[in-house]
């Protein structure tokens, strides 16, 4: 009998070497042009600064939104197997994703009190 694990691992080895190559092609064919605006620091449309102008706070709503796709995307990656597979974990199962909706249900309280759910 084969190995159930195969065909995951030639999947992962095919991902990687189509990830590989794609920033290794990129590197050898992309252009070469750089510019002052290219090589200047990204921040989501914001101009980038050093520090927070006259030395306020920093606005922290896109941080607020990424943690909420981290919190939902946690919260899927748990959740479905544990509803695949109800069935043969029964009473422990149930008491274990109820401690952990319970735990996730923290960050969820954090942002919504920070404005992190309130659309602008």
């Known amino acids: 009998m084969s ?28 252009p070469r ?4 605006a290219k090589l200047e620091a990204y921040e989501c449309g914001i101009e980038p600064t050093p520090h927070a102008i006259g030395g306020g706070r920093f606005p922290i709503k896109y941080y607020l ?3 909420t796709f981290i919190i939902f995307d946690i919260e899927v990656v748990f959740l479905y197997p544990w ?4 069935a043969e974990v029964a009473t422990f199962g149930l008491v274990a994703m109820m401690a952990f909706l319970l735990i996730i249900t923290v960050p969820f309280v954090y942002e919504w009190k920070r404005g992190g759910l309130e659309w602008d």
């Open 33 to 36: 042009r750089y510019n002052r």
């Open 83 to 86: 509803a695949v597979g109800f």
């Open 65 to 67: 939104v990424a943690m």
């Open 3 to 30: 190995n159930p694990y195969v065909p995951l691992l030639v999947m992962i080895g095919i991902a990687a070497v189509l990830a590989l190559g794609g920033v290794g092609a990129s590197a050898i064919l992309g």
